[in-house]
């Protein structure tokens, strides 16, 4: 069975930086792509960052309109991990950030939209 651990949340101040990180475990075959989600409070689930497989033909790392410049993604192949580092953190980026991943498994269909962490707590704050 797939799962997704989160690590690396909690408080930072304006201006500050932090680093997620997002280890998958289990039977898996392949990672098409690893990416970070965000859920502000009274808003929708909101994609930040993808990292999509390099070998597909629109590979490589993309960005929110809101994070560029400022967060960036990074993967490690050798251990199914994908890692976000936030710099220049601002109080509208506190949010539960969620670790995903569109991944074949060895022995089990994939669930749609692909497998989740239990998402972590980002606070920005002075």
């Known amino acids: 069975q797939v799962r997704l651990e989160e690590s690396g949340g909690g408080l930072a101040q304006p201006g500050g930086s932090m680093r997620l990180s997002c280890t998958a475990s289990g039977d898996i075959f392949k990672i098409h792509a690893m990416a970070w989600f965000r859920r502000i409070p009274g808003k929708e689930r909101e994609l930040v960052a993808i990292?999509?497989?390099?070998?597909?033909?629109?590979?490589?790392?993309k960005y929110a309109e809101a994070v560029k410049g400022r967060f960036s993604i990074s993967k490690d192949d050798s251990t199914n991990s994908v890692y976000l580092q936030m710099d220049r953190l601002r109080p509208d980026d506190t949010a539960v950030y969620y670790c995903n991943m569109d991944l074949v498994a060895r022995f089990d269909p994939p669930p749609p939209g692909g497998y989740w962490g239990l998402g972590t707590q980002v606070t920005v704050s002075a």
């Open positions: 990292y999509i497989d390099d070998e597909m033909k629109e590979g490589g790392p």
